[in-house]
């Protein structure tokens, strides 16, 4: 599985909004700055993350976009497919009946798959928030947060 510049944006910014000293709304334009990131391309994948559930928009002089819900009960999966990430690896691929070592093959990929995708889902913006922090702490001082 590789991670696209939208897998890797999406968590970026769910990140981000997670770092935010208050839970007032972060502004598109915000965010997009902390992290470097295009705002127009950024606005859409928040779009799409806010029909997945994940973040609220808030309208308004004062708005942006908030966290939906606790960290905790949103995953790493979850991220990836709100913004219509692919983690399934050889998804069109079908084993020649006659060859073993295509089925040997197909099985192991499978099975890693498996691995791989319930680890995307027990890994939390939970998780990555306190492993940002842990890093900004071994850093001795606060700093800007940027992956």
């Given at each position: 599985?590789?991670?696209?510049?939208?897998?890797?944006?999406?968590?970026?910014?769910?990140?981000?909004?997670?770092?935010?000293?208050?839970?007032?709304?972060?502004?598109?334009?915000?965010?997009?700055?902390?992290?470097?990131?295009?705002?127009?391309?950024?606005?859409?994948?928040?779009?799409?993350?806010?029909?997945?559930?994940?973040?609220?928009?808030?309208?308004?002089?004062?708005?942006?976009?908030?966290?939906a819900r606790p960290m905790a009960q949103i995953s790493l999966g979850?991220?990836?497919?709100?913004?219509?990430?692919?983690?399934?690896?050889?998804?069109?691929?079908?084993?020649?009946?006659?060859?073993?070592?295509?089925?040997?093959?197909?099985?192991?990929?499978?099975?890693?798959?498996?691995?791989?995708?319930?680890?995307?889902?027990?890994?939390?913006?939970?998780?990555?928030?306190?492993?940002?922090?842990?890093?900004?702490?071994?850093?001795?001082?606060?700093?800007?947060?940027?992956?």
């Amino acid at each position: 599985m590789k991670l696209t510049t939208r897998g890797h944006y999406s968590v970026k910014a769910l990140l981000d909004l997670s770092l935010q000293p208050t839970s007032d709304p972060a502004s598109v334009r915000a965010i997009a700055q902390r992290q470097d990131i295009p705002a127009p391309y950024l606005e859409k994948l928040l779009i799409e993350m806010r029909r997945a559930g994940l973040v609220n928009a808030v309208r308004g002089a004062q708005g942006g976009y908030q966290l939906a819900r606790p960290m905790a009960q949103i995953s790493l999966g979850q991220i990836l497919e709100a913004v219509g990430e692919d983690i399934e690896p050889l998804p069109h691929f079908t084993p020649d009946r006659e060859g073993v070592g295509d089925w040997v093959t197909f099985t192991l990929w499978r099975r890693l798959h498996q691995k791989l995708k319930e680890a995307l889902y027990s890994i939390t913006l939970e998780d990555l928030y306190f492993d940002a922090r842990s890093w900004q702490a071994s850093q001795g001082e606060e700093v800007s947060f940027m992956i």
